[in-house]
């Protein structure tokens, strides 16, 4: 029995989607994090950040590219699977594609070659500002793909005309919209500490196995110490954010929390297991009111429940899910972040037990931006542009074997690159550093 083309169309768009922010959430903090290690090596003229830099430079190369690979093939499922889309929003997600190529890849681009190569050919302060560029560039890549993400979740700015969007204020779809400036914040937060606990988890990885130089230990702290800034306040904009979709789009909320029945002080579900065949969440641990406390910052505030989105309503068990996974991955950040920052700033030693434990987080950063991107965007369902245009409206009509038979191509491409990607991170981070001292 066939499946349903529209299920695999989504599912392949989601696969696309899950390998791809895996680089852009690496590449756009590690950016700045090397602009920080050639502002610390100007000012300092010390050998450990050069040689820190060198090493991650090299990551970040390696990153950008895969990111670039997939977020092209990403690009081309708007034509294959999903030309509806363009066709209906295409006077505004055009010019918004069109301006991240024009801004943000060419900056990455034009300048990266600099970066890795043109230490020894170009002054130290035109070094200094290509990596400034790149750094910028990567912002800006995430700027303008979280604008159109951002008016795809909460539109603005726009008049329909038979069917298709048309852009009517450019700088509300831009600058004012709802949602973005807190997207924006969160998906900076976001890749700041999925790369700084990459930081540190290579270089703690690189202290266990003996191969590592003073230069390590620098990266290490670097890691640690944004990690332990970045960490709680992730937490707050993420607590702030969801204030924001909860007066936006409730019926994600009431999916996330698995609020059957619109209620006064709604209890928080720790954990539990979601059936939409019974309208029930089995085996539930909850904690009285304190939904309706985070989301309404009232005791006794009232949450919309999925009756009243009757059809119209996301999946309710894998969002649910989600969003546990993501806020549980983050409270583990602060721990482990603060603790490891106390071990290494205040107490100024170390136990071998943190340095396995941060080698053991190396890509917590990829478990929490995932589910974090599995919420936004399965939460946005049915919808592709939220209460205008539905997903189903957009699809292309393909056959379900054609569908079937490029997911699995796609997916064993993956598979294949993130292995490679595993293996040359591994071969970078084995090779005995030269000292540093």
Not at 4 to 28: G, K
Not at 177 to 195: E, G, I
Not at 297 to 306: P, Q, S, V
Request: charge should be positive.
């Amino acid at each position: 029995m066939d499946l349903d083309p529209f299920v695999l169309s989504r599912i392949q768009f989601a696969s696309n989607m899950t390998f791809h922010i895996l680089f852009p959430s690496i590449s756009i903090g590690l950016g700045w994090i090397l602009l920080y290690f050639r502002i610390r090596q100007t000012l300092s003229g010390g050998k450990d950040w050069e040689y820190a830099y060198y090493f991650w430079v090299k990551v970040f190369a390696l990153t950008f590219a895969l990111g670039v690979v997939s977020g092209i093939t990403m690009s081309f499922q708007f034509g294959t699977n999903w030309p509806g889309f363009m066709e209906r929003t295409g006077n505004i997600s055009g010019p918004l594609l069109g301006y991240e190529v024009l801004t943000a890849f060419f900056l990455e681009a034009s300048f990266l070659g600099i970066m890795l190569f043109g230490r020894q050919r170009v002054s130290n302060r035109t070094h200094l500002i290509c990596t400034a560029l790149v750094a910028i560039g990567t912002t800006f890549s995430a700027f303008w793909i979280l604008v159109l993400n951002s008016w795809m979740q909460t539109p603005v700015g726009y008049r329909i005309e038979n069917g298709v969007f048309f852009a009517q204020d450019w700088l509300e779809i831009v600058f004012f919209n709802p949602s973005f400036p807190l997207r924006m914040a969160h998906m900076l937060m976001a890749s700041l500490l999925t790369s700084s606990f990459l930081v540190a988890g290579i270089s703690a990885w690189r202290i266990r196995k003996n191969v590592h130089n003073s230069a390590t230990w620098t990266a290490l702290r670097t890691g640690v110490m944004i990690a332990a800034i970045m960490a709680p306040l992730q937490i707050f904009i993420g607590d702030m954010h969801g204030l924001n979709v909860f007066h936006h789009q409730p019926a994600k909320i009431a999916a996330v929390e698995a609020v059957w029945e619109t209620e006064k002080g709604a209890a928080f579900t720790l954990i539990g297991f979601p059936n939409e065949k019974t309208k029930h969440t089995d085996f539930a641990i909850k904690l009285p009111h304190l939904a309706s406390l985070v989301l309404t910052h009232e005791w006794d505030g009232e949450i919309k429940g999925l009756n009243e989105f009757a059809g119209e309503h996301p999946p309710v068990a894998i969002i649910f899910w989600a969003f546990r996974i993501m806020v549980g991955m983050g409270v583990l950040m602060v721990l482990v972040s603060w603790w490891a920052y106390w071990e290494l700033f205040r107490k100024q030693r170390h136990s071998d037990l943190i340095i396995r434990v941060l080698s053991l987080m190396t890509f917590s950063g990829w478990i929490a931006v995932e589910a974090g991107w599995y919420v936004t965007e399965i939460g946005r369902q049915p919808w592709v542009v939220y209460g205008l245009l539905k997903a189903s409206d957009v699809v292309a009509k393909h056959a379900s074997a054609t569908l079937m038979g490029t997911l699995l191509g796609y997916i064993g491409l993956y598979i294949f690159l993130l292995y490679s990607y595993f293996g040359a991170l591994r071969y970078m981070a084995s090779k005995t550093a030269r000292s540093s001292d």
